[in-house]
């Protein structure tokens, strides 16, 4: 609960500094070093995922789909992606994570390096207000049969802005 806090105040924080601009030179040094991220209002509009599986077996190769084409920037392999996600298995039909589920919704921030091999090929390129849908199969999730993802990308942080924040995934 600790980290989903801190992970949120780090997103508005980053959402304000982001909001200050750069040093009026025309160069993008400084926004490099920050968070690229949805704004408050856009992510307030967002609703939870109406997931389902498709008819059929699960597939023996990632799926990827995009549901919804963002605008901001794209994830890269190196990057922490901040996201809301919706997990369903195929074994149970039922979800199994949720960052959508209780009152409101609880973004959580991973660094690409450190989730299922699914989501480090299968989110690069993901551009900020996407939404995702990844069918995962088993040797590419937790390896206990495929699963499903919908993910919302809110935002994206640069490997190197990391170092000496103290946060973690």
Do not use: H
């Not at 084409?69 to 149970?92: C, Q, R």
């Not at 993910?151 to 973690?168: A, C, M, R």
Request: aromatic letters at 4%; charged letters at 20%.
């Amino acid at each position: 609960m600790i980290g989903r806090l801190l992970l949120f105040g780090t997103l508005l924080a980053a959402l304000a500094l982001a909001g200050c601009g750069g040093g009026g030179d025309g160069s993008s040094e400084s926004s490099e070093k920050l968070i690229t991220a949805m704004s408050k209002a856009e992510i307030a509009k967002l609703s939870e995922p109406k997931v389902s599986l498709p008819p059929g077996p699960p597939p023996t190769k990632l799926v990827v789909k995009d549901l919804r084409e963002g605008t901001g920037a794209a994830a890269k392999p190196s990057d922490a992606v901040i996201v809301n996600e919706v997990g369903l298995s195929y074994k149970t039909g039922e979800v199994f994570e949720s960052t959508w589920s209780g009152p409101a919704p609880r973004p959580s921030r991973f660094p690409l390096e450190e989730v299922i091999q699914g989501w480090e090929e299968g989110l690069p390129g993901m551009k900020v207000g996407g939404q995702r849908e990844l069918i995962v199969p088993s040797k590419l999730a937790y390896g206990q049969g495929a699963v499903l993802y919908v993910i919302d990308l809110l935002g994206v942080e640069p490997s190197k802005s990391l170092s000496g924040t103290g946060i973690t995934g």
